[in-house]
């Protein structure tokens, strides 16, 4: 293993890790990585949240920020700076995945850079909902459109589904299903469940991300707290769960 004083590249989840409770990050943690940029470190925000809303928390800190979003699907090299990495579902698989969450009846988002598109909306979480509506104030949000049916063929450039319910026994029948299938998912929270594109994760987002930067794997640390940040930690020189 590489020594800690190797560190090139420090990768930070957003929820349970990053922010407090108020979904803000506390002063100490932006002076702390800004302390990282002073001395040649890199930080990145990666999280299942869009590039937008990671935008906005990037610039607290430094305009240098890395953002890796929507789980790994879109890396950005800064605010503003050059998206160097999209992965997007392909459309048979986004119908199949699409069709497997319809037939749960659960309430689920399929995610764009334009949009979040919404399946069984009536069926939204109040929780969910009030995120949402924070999201749409803050300008995080582009629009929301609900969507009848199961069927995505209309749907351009999907980075992730997300299936939204209080129910555990729902979401633990849902994990099934896509085991079943072969079909990974994660969680970002116990009222969640995530299913990406192949191959798209937030552990192969660090891995391009140093490639990119010219930094080695074994010079990256990662913090993280939930299922999503499992192959981020693995691929991490050095994880800190």
């Known amino acids: 293993m590489s020594s800690i004083k190797n560190v090139r590249l420090v990768c930070m989840d957003m929820d349970g890790t990053l922010f407090s409770v108020n979904e803000q990050i506390p002063d ?13 470190i890199r930080a990145a925000l990666v999280s299942g949240r869009n590039y937008r809303f990671l935008t906005d928390h990037a610039l607290k800190i430094s305009p240098n920020v890395s953002i890796v979003s929507a789980n790994g699907a879109r890396i950005d090299e800064r605010p503003g700076g050059k998206c160097i990495f999209e992965g997007v579902y392909e459309q048979d698989f986004a119908q199949t995945v699409s069709r497997i969450l319809w037939d749960s009846g659960v309430n689920y988002e399929a995610y764009t850079d334009s949009a979040n598109f919404t399946f069984r909306p009536e069926r939204v979480t ?52 896509f085991d079943a299938k072969w079909i990974a998912h994660s969680s970002s929270s116990a009222q969640n469940v995530e299913i990406m594109p ?44």
Not at 199 to 228: P, S
Request: with cysteine; charged share 30%; glycine share 10%.
């Open 28 to 40: 100490i943690n932006i002076r702390a990585l800004r302390e990282c940029e002073k001395r040649g």
């Open 126 to 177: 109040p929780a969910h909902k009030r995120s949402l509506e924070k999201y749409q104030a803050n300008g995080h949000l582009l629009k929301i459109e609900n969507v009848s049916g199961w069927d995505t063929s209309g749907i351009k450039g999907i980075y992730k589904f997300v299936a939204f319910s209080d129910d555990v026994d729902l979401l633990d029948a849902l994990r099934s299903a």
């Open 198 to 241: 192949r191959g798209v994760n937030k552990g192969n987002a660090l891995l391009i991300l140093a490639d990119y930067l010219g930094i080695r794997q074994e010079d990256t640390m990662a913090f993280g707290d939930y299922t999503n940040d499992i192959d981020m930690l693995k691929a991490s020189g050095h994880p800190v769960a």
